[in-house]
Nanobody, 114 residues
Framework: QVQLVESGGGLVQAGGSLRLSCAAS????????MGWYRQAPGKQRELVAA???????NYADSVRGRFTISRDNAKNTVYLQMNSLKPEDTAVYYC????????WGQGTQVTVSS
């Protein structure tokens, strides 16, 4: 089993920045990729960014150039640096980990005011 704990969400004005953190524990050796998803009210959950164990990254078109995903293997933590935030970035952000199984964090709310 893998446990994921997110932190760093909050309320920010448009144009501002936030950094989300996701700390993994448990059977972390089984993880080969981690990512961030988000779900806005009335919408489906969507991929925001992902990073493999080898450091390869992938971003949604809507956030490319504004968000950066990174990982600190020593701390078993993945980060999502979000800059130039827009009201449409408002959502619950979920950390995910993938290996033989998939795992989700509890989610953290990000609200961007206009």
């Amino acid at each position: 089993q893998v446990q994921l704990v997110e932190s760093g969400g909050g309320l920010v004005q448009a144009g501002g920045s936030l950094r989300l953190s996701c700390a993994a524990s448990g059977s972390i050796f089984s993880i080969n990729a981690m990512g961030w998803y988000r779900q806005a009210p009335g919408k489906q959950r969507e991929l925001v960014a992902a990073i493999t164990s080898g450091g390869l990254t992938n971003y949604a078109d809507s956030v490319r150039g504004r968000f950066t995903i990174s990982r600190d293997n020593a701390k078993n933590t993945v980060y999502l640096q979000m800059n130039s935030l827009k009201p449409e970035d408002t959502a619950v952000y979920y950390c995910s980990a993938r290996g033989p199984k998939g795992y989700w964090g509890q989610g953290t709310q990000v609200t961007v005011s206009s």
